[in-house]
C-alpha cells in the first residue's frame, strides 16, 4: 500500500482575515504538518485563479455566494480570492510547504472553476494529479484541508471514483457550511465509499 496525504487550500485567503475566510481555517495547520512523516507522498493544492474569474461575484455584478449557471453546471460566485501573485494565494506561514513531494495548482482557467483536485468542475479536464499518483503506485490517499463542503468534498468524491482508498481526516478540515452544504457533502462522501474519521 503506496498511502498519500493530499492537503487541500491551506492558503492565507480561507484562513481568518483571508478574502474567503473559512472559521478556524488555520487551526489545522499543526496538526497536518505533525501527520506529513507518516505517508509516502505529500501533495498539496492550491487555488490559483487570475484577476476577473469567472466565478468571482465582481466579475458578474452580483452578490456574493449567489449561485449561477454557467456552461458547465451550477456555480456559487465567490469573494476575489486567491489571485495569482498576492498573499492571499500563498500557503498559510506556518504550513510546511517544503516536505510536498507535488503543488497542484487548480482554478488558473478564468472560465471554469476547479474545486477538485483531480478535474476542473467541468468533471472533465484533468489536472494531471491522477497521473502522478499512478506513477508513483500511490493507491491510498488521507485527505485534509480547506473548506470540507467544497474542495475537499469534490477531491475525496473523485478520488473513490477513480478508484482510490479514500479517508477523510475531519479533525484537520474546516467548513464553509454554506446553507447546509457540509451535512449534504458528509452525505455525499460516506454515499461514495469514502472512510470519514
Not at 62 to 76: E, K, L, R, S, W
Not at 171 to 182: Q, V
Request: a negative charge; aromatic letters at 8%; charged letters at 15%.
Amino acid at each position: 500500500m503506496n498511502h498519500a496525504l493530499l492537503v487541500i487550500d491551506v492558503q492565507n485567503d480561507f484562513c481568518p482575515n483571508g478574502a474567503l475566510a473559512v472559521t478556524d481555517g488555520d487551526q489545522i495547520v499543526k496538526g497536518i504538518n505533525a501527520i506529513m512523516p507518516e505517508f509516502n507522498a505529500v501533495i498539496m493544492t492550491q487555488d490559483w485563479h487570475p484577476r476577473g474569474h469567472s466565478s468571482f461575484a465582481t466579475s458578474n455584478d452580483a452578490d456574493p455566494m449567489t449561485v449561477i449557471q454557467m456552461p458547465y453546471g451550477a456555480q456559487v460566485l465567490w469573494p476575489d480570492h486567491c489571485i495569482i501573485g498576492t498573499s492571499g494565494a500563498d500557503f498559510h506561514q506556518e504550513l510546511n510547504v517544503n516536505n510536498a513531494n507535488m503543488i497542484i495548482r487548480k482554478g488558473y482557467n478564468s472560465k471554469i472553476d476547479s474545486y477538485s483536485a483531480f478535474f476542473e468542475n467541468d468533471r472533465q479536464t484533468p489536472t494531471g494529479l491522477m497521473g502522478y499518483l499512478q506513477s508513483r503506485g500511490i493507491d491510498t490517499l488521507t485527505l485534509v484541508g480547506l473548506a470540507t463542503d467544497f474542495c475537499v468534498n469534490y477531491s475525496a468524491l473523485d478520488a473513490a471514483k477513480l478508484g482510490f482508498d479514500v479517508t477523510v481526516r475531519m479533525e484537520m478540515c474546516r467548513a464553509i457550511d454554506f446553507n447546509g452544504s457540509l451535512a449534504v457533502a458528509v452525505n455525499e462522501m460516506k454515499s461514495a465509499g469514502v472512510r470519514i474519521t
